[in-house]
């Protein structure tokens, strides 16, 4: 290896870390999201939610966090996820392993 490779391995090893994983809390009020060790974060308030539904991203759609559409996405690994609808007609997608699950207790959290 020669020397500049060290840099870039250890800006992709954080960059890996940072975001080998997305997680996802609901509660009384909002919906939580982390990446990995939770330095990248974002609540969304579930008074702003009027629907969700699950949805199959296209793979051109890539992973991490991304500007799709009318809204964004955050997505760890999977084509899966959950769209959540706003009252001013955006959107942000949910990367998710289990789409009908989250949909479901977003569904019941907004109370739709």
């Known amino acids: 290896m020669t020397s500049v490779m060290y840099p870039v391995l250890g800006v992709l090893l954080v960059i890996m870390f940072l975001f080998h994983s997305l997680s996802v809390e609901i509660d009384a009020e909002s919906i939580g999201l982390s990446?990995?060790?939770?330095?990248?974060?974002k609540r969304i308030a579930l008074s702003e939610i009027v629907s969700c539904?699950?949805?199959r991203n296209s793979w051109l759609l890539g992973f991490g966090i991304r500007y799709?559409?009318?809204?964004?996405?955050?997505?760890?690994?999977?084509l899966d996820a959950v769209q959540l609808t706003f009252a001013d007609g955006r959107h942000f997608r949910i990367g998710t392993d289990e789409p009908d699950v989250l949909s479901r207790a977003i569904s019941d959290a907004i109370g739709k």
């Open 35 to 41: 990446f990995g060790p939770g330095l990248i974060r």
């Open 53 to 55: 539904r699950p949805v």
């Open 68 to 78: 799709v559409f009318d809204g964004w996405m955050w997505n760890v690994s999977g």
